[in-house]
């Protein structure tokens, strides 16, 4: 394996281009998708993912080699999270033959990019209330209903549409999960700025949106086994995947950023350093343990939400201690002239959110990991027609 990380820290060495992520949208995009085509030609791209479709059937020690040595550079890869980390391995799982052959390489290769259509004005951490409807047309489905928070829509060849299509059934029951062509007529995307001052998530209206007939991912009506899938590799690939060379909130810059305002010798200072380094090794060696076991054949289930959770946190602690250390330096931090840390830290909230909140996670590691009680749950076996739910206002 040595030899298998050391060949692909060559590959990075010389194909990483120097530049950040922080030009022009367009530029950004059309970089990593040509950093990505080459990554892929090399070998590098869907390490584990099935030779069949376009992956390098490998296994998770080639992955671990290779995400230890990319640790070593920044890879502009950021715009194809959604579909290698979450969007991708559910095809993996749940895609029809012909669906695998059509979107995994492409997807790959950095050709197509995918977003994930879940959670809408009055869905979110209940996302199984969803309104957006896909209804029968012919040997299709058309589509109305509003999505919101979508990341990397406004970049975005596909996504991965949950809708209703059957309320009379109750709410777990009656939704399917959709491939849907971002370019379609009647797919309308408009950014939503956060407090960075960026706008990397989106709302999307959907206005008689035709989807054919073979663009189900899973069965109809199932599709809340398709996003319990999803967000099960949601939660793994926020928790884990590559770390960042330059990590502005990440122990060894605050070390750096401690030492040059002088604040190394102060006793609370180095305390929480102490205490932040070991959050970060003990949620490493958490990650790579879960990596081992999905190896060895035994997902992780309900531990991706400790992960999660665990990255959410460590986010916030690391924040603490950057203001402990820049004191009311901290108050003059401004994320418009592109200073790193300031937009890292004005992000850390939205750790908590994306992907299932802090407390949604606490709530599934209280149910499925500790055998608490679950939360009470009236709405069940209602027919979803008959709740009151978001905007729905049934007589
Ligand atoms: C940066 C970012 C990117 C995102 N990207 C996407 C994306 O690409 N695609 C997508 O579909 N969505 C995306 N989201 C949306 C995200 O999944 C939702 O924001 C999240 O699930 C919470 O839903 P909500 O915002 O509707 O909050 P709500 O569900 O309304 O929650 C409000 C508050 O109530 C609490 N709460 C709710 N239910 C419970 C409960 N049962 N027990 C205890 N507390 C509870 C929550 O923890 C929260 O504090 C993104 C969000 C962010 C911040």
């Known amino acids: 394996m040595n030899d298998y990380r050391a060949r692909a820290r060559d590959w990075l060495a010389a194909n990483v281009p120097a530049d950040d992520e922080n030009g022009a949208a367009d530029q950004v995009v059309a970089a990593a998708k040509r950093f990505q085509a080459a990554l892929y030609d090399a070998g590098y791209a869907g390490i584990t993912w099935p030779a069949e479709y376009g992956g390098q059937g490998l296994g998770m020690a080639e992955q671990q080699a290779f995400n230890d040595a990319a640790a070593g550079f920044d890879l502009p890869t950021s715009v194809f999270m959604i579909g290698m980390g979450m969007c991708g391995p559910t095809l993996v799982d749940l895609g029809t033959h012909e669906q695998k052959s059509r979107y995994v390489k492409p997807l790959l290769?950095?050709?197509?990019?995918?977003?994930q259509l879940f959670s809408e004005p009055g869905a979110g951490s209940d996302?199984?209330?969803?309104?957006?409807?896909?209804?029968?047309?012919?040997?299709?489905?058309?589509?109305?209903?509003q999505k919101v928070w979508t990341t990397g829509a406004q970049f975005s060849d596909y996504g991965a549409l949950l809708a209703r299509t059957d309320p009379?059934?109750?709410?777990?029951?009656?939704l399917t999960m959709f491939i849907v062509d971002m370019h379609a007529p009647g797919v309308t995307v408009r950014p939503l700025k956060d407090m960075t001052g960026r706008a990397p998530f989106n709302e999307i209206y959907f206005d008689n949106v035709r989807i054919p007939g073979d663009a189900i991912l899973g069965q109809e009506n199932a599709g809340w086994l398709a996003a319990v899938t999803m967000l099960g590799h949601e939660r793994v690939s926020i928790g884990?995947?590559?770390?960042?060379r330059y990590d502005p909130l990440g122990y060894h810059n605050l070390v750096a950023m401690a030492r040059e305002r002088g604040r190394l010798s102060d006793p609370a200072v180095r305390r929480e350093l102490a205490s932040l380094y070991a959050e970060e090794r003990a949620l490493a060696l958490f990650n790579a343990r879960l990596r081992q076991e999905a190896d060895a054949g035994s997902p992780p289930g309900a531990?991706?939400?400790?992960?999660?959770?665990?990255?959410?946190?460590?986010?916030?602690?690391?924040?603490?201690v950057a203001g402990l250390i820049a004191g009311l330096d901290a108050a003059a931090w401004d994320t418009t002239d592109g200073d790193e840390l300031a937009v890292a830290i004005c992000a850390t909230p939205?750790?908590?959110i994306a992907g299932g909140t802090d407390q949604v996670q606490r709530n599934i590691i209280g149910d499925r990991i500790l055998g608490l009680p679950r939360e009470p749950a009236v709405d069940r076996d209602v027919p979803f027609r008959e709740l009151r739910v978001g905007t729905q206002r049934t007589a």
């Open 350 to 352: 939205a750790a908590s």
């Open 109 to 115: 290769r950095g050709e197509e990019i995918w977003c």
């Open 127 to 145: 996302v199984a209330s969803l309104q957006t409807r896909a209804v029968r047309d012919g040997d299709g489905w058309l589509v109305n209903g």
């Open 303 to 320: 531990r991706g939400s400790v992960a999660k959770l665990a990255g959410a946190r460590l986010l916030w602690h690391a924040t603490d």
């Open 240 to 244: 884990g995947g590559v770390r960042r």
């Open 168 to 174: 009379d059934q109750p709410k777990h029951k009656g």
